[in-house]
C-alpha cells in the first residue's frame, strides 16, 4: 500500500513526534501543575509566555530555535561540545521544533486535568501527613491522569503536523528531517508529484484523526471518572 | 467585565478601519521573482517613477506552482527556463510577452570565519571537505538553483559522494543563510547571493560548461494589468539594467 520511500517518512514522522512528545512530557507537567497549583508574581506573564507558540508564527520559533540551538548558538555550540547534542539539520532537530510547537497545547490540557482535581482531596492527603511527592503521586496524578495522557496526544497530534519551524530549523533532508508535511510540501513542488503528495494527505489526515480521536475518548473517561454517572448523557 | 468589552470593541473598530484603509486605484500589479533577485529588484522598484508593484519572493518553483493554481501575478521572473516552459505549457503565460532578462553564475561558499579552501575540478575532495557537515543549497529536486548546482556536481562526478550529505534548502536564500550562519561548512549557491552577504566568501566559481546556462526568464500572466508592459519595459530598460549589474547579475 505504502512504498519504501513513503514507509521511511511515514517511520521519521511517527519516531520524531514520539520522542517529542515524551520529551515535552516533564517540562509540560510542570508547567501545568506550577500554572494549576501555585499563586506567584509573573504568573500571568509565564502563562503568556507557554502559549506563545500557538500564535506565533512556526517560522520564527524556528528562526529563535536556529539562533539558540544551532551549531553556533548561544545553548547550542555548549550542548555539543558537553553532552553531544547536535540539534542542526538532525532529527533532534525535528524533534525539538515539535516539542516547542506542542508544548502550549500539552500544558493547556495538563493543567485542565489538574485543576479539575478537588484540592481538597490533596488538603485531607497532606494532613494525613503525605509530603508534596506522595501527594502528587498518589492524588492528583492518578486522578488527572486521562487528562494528561490527553495533553501528551495533543502534542503527538501537533508535532505529526509540524511544518514551518521544522523547515527553517533543519531544513528539508529525506530519512533525516522529512517528516510527512515537510515531504508533502517538497512533492507538491514538483510537477507530476501531485498524485503522491494527496497519498501522503491522505495519510497525514488518517494519522491525525486518529490521535484526536484517541485523545477525544480519553477526555470522556476523565469526565466520567472525574463526576461519576451524573455526567453521563 | 465593562472595561474588557470596551477594549474588544476598540480592537474591532481599528481592524474594520485598517481594512478601510485606501489602496492606490486600479488592480494592483504584482510580481513574482525568485528569491536570488530580492535585493537587485528592491532596488529597481525603489527607483521606479510609476505605481510601485507588490513584489513575492519565493523559491521559482513554488511561485510557479503558485501562479498555476491561481494566484494573481501579473508578472513572473523565474531563475531557470524549465519553470517559465511549464507556465507556457499551461497556456498561462501572455503570447509575445517572454524574454530572456538576466545571467547569473554558480559559486561554492564558505562563512567568512572559515579558512578552507577547495578547488572547483571534476573528482574534487568535497565529500572530504564536509566532514560530518552538509552541503547547503536550494533543494536539487526542483529548485533552479538546486538543479543547476546538481547538474555541475554530476557533471564533475562528485554528485554520488555527496548526495546523502546535503542540506535542502526550501530557496537558494535559505541556503545561503545556513552558510552565513555556519550552520554548513560549505554551500552552493548564485554568484549574486553570495555578494550580497558579508558572512560568507566565495571559494570558486563553476564554470557554466558545468550546468545548463542560468538564465532569468520574464514573462507577463493573462490577465496582467495595463502598467505591466510599462513595467516590464522598465526591467529590460538602461536604469534596471545599472542596478542589476551593480549586484551581480548579467543584463542578457
Known amino acids: ?91 533532534t532537530g525535528a524533534a525539538l521544533a515539535a516539542t516547542i510547537m506542542g508544548l502550549p497545547l500539552a500544558v493547556r490540557a495538563m493543567r485542565q486535568a489538574i485543576d479539575a482535581v478537588d484540592p481538597r482531596l490533596e488538603a485531607a492527603a497532606s494532613t494525613l501527613g503525605a509530603g508534596p511527592m506522595a501527594l502528587f503521586a498518589s492524588v492528583t496524578l492518578p486522578l488527572a491522569l486521562p487528562g494528561i495522557l490527553n495533553g501528551m496526544l495533543l502534542a503527538f497530534a ?75 448523557g | 467585565m465593562k472595561t474588557l468589552l470596551r477594549i474588544a470593541a476598540l480592537g474591532i473598530a481599528l481592524s474594520l478601519c485598517a481594512t478601510a484603509y485606501p489602496q492606490p486605484g486600479g488592480p494592483r500589479l504584482v510580481v513574482f521573482a525568485a528569491a536570488s533577485l530580492k535585493d537587485a529588484l528592491d532596488e529597481v522598484v525603489a527607483g521606479y517613477p510609476g505605481a510601485k508593484p507588490a513584489l513575492s519572493y519565493a523559491a521559482s518553483s ?50 567568512a570565519a572559515s579558512a578552507a579552501s577547495l578547488a572547483i575540478a571534476p573528482g574534487m575532495p568535497l565529500a572530504q571537505a564536509l566532514g560530518d557537515g552538509r552541503l547547503a543549497l536550494a533543494d536539487p529536486r526542483y529548485v533552479p538553483a538546486g538543479k543547476y548546482a546538481r547538474a555541475a556536481l554530476e557533471k564533475l562526478g562528485v554528485w554520488g559522494s555527496i548526495s546523502t550529505k546535503l542540506a535542502a534548502a526550501e530557496n537558494v536564500r535559505a541556503a545561503l543563510a545556513f552558510v552565513a550562519r ?40 493573462q490577465a496582467a494589468p495595463a502598467p505591466a508592459r510599462e513595467f516590464a519595459a522598465h526591467l529590460s530598460g538602461d536604469r534596471a539594467r545599472h542596478v542589476f549589474e551593480k549586484h551581480g547579475f548579467r543584463p542578457l
Open chain 1, 1 to 91: 500500500m505504502l512504498d519504501p520511500q513513503e514507509l521511511e517518512i511515514l517511520a521519521l514522522s511517527l519516531k520524531v513526534a514520539f520522542w517529542s512528545m515524551l520529551g515535552s512530557l516533564p517540562l509540560a507537567l510542570a508547567l501545568a501543575w506550577l500554572l494549576a497549583r501555585r499563586e506567584f508574581p509573573g504568573k500571568t506573564l509565564l502563562d503568556a509566555c507557554v502559549h506563545l507558540p500557538l500564535v506565533l508564527p512556526p517560522v520564527v520559533i524556528g528562526y529563535l530555535l536556529l539562533i539558540v540551538f544551532g551549531r553556533h548558538g548561544a545553548l547550542g555550540a555548549w550542548l555539543e561540545t558537553h553532552l553531544g547534542w547536535v540539534f542542526a539539520f538532525r532529527w
Open chain 1, 158 to 232: 501537533r508535532s505529526l503536523g509540524e511544518f514551518g519551524a521544522t523547515i527553517t530549523f533543519v531544513s528539508s533532508i529525506p530519512g533525516e528531517t522529512q517528516t510527512l508535511p515537510l515531504a508533502i510540501y517538497a512533492l507538491t513542488q514538483v510537477p507530476g508529484g501531485d498524485e503522491r503528495a494527496l497519498r501522503l494527505c491522505v495519510l497525514a489526515v488518517l494519522l491525525s484523526l486518529g490521535a484526536l480521536i484517541a485523545s477525544e475518548l480519553l477526555l470522556r473517561r476523565a469526565r466520567h471518572a472525574i463526576h461519576g454517572e451524573a455526567s453521563s
Open chain 2, 62 to 111: 513554488a511561485l510557479a506552482r503558485q501562479i498555476d493554481a491561481g494566484a494573481p501575478a501579473s508578472i513572473f521572473i523565474s531563475a531557470d527556463l524549465e519553470w517559465m516552459d511549464y507556465l507556457e505549457a499551461r497556456g498561462l503565460v501572455q503570447a509575445g510577452t517572454r524574454r530572456n532578462l538576466l545571467g547569473n553564475s554558480l559559486v561554492l561558499i564558505v562563512p
Open chain 2, 182 to 221: 555556519g550552520e554548513a561548512p560549505l554551500g552552493i549557491v548564485y554568484e549574486t547571493d553570495a555578494r550580497a552577504e558579508a558572512k560568507v566568501r566565495i571559494l570558486a566559481r563553476f564554470d557554466p560548461a558545468l550546468h545548463p546556462p542560468v538564465v532569468y526568464p520574464m514573462a507577463l500572466m
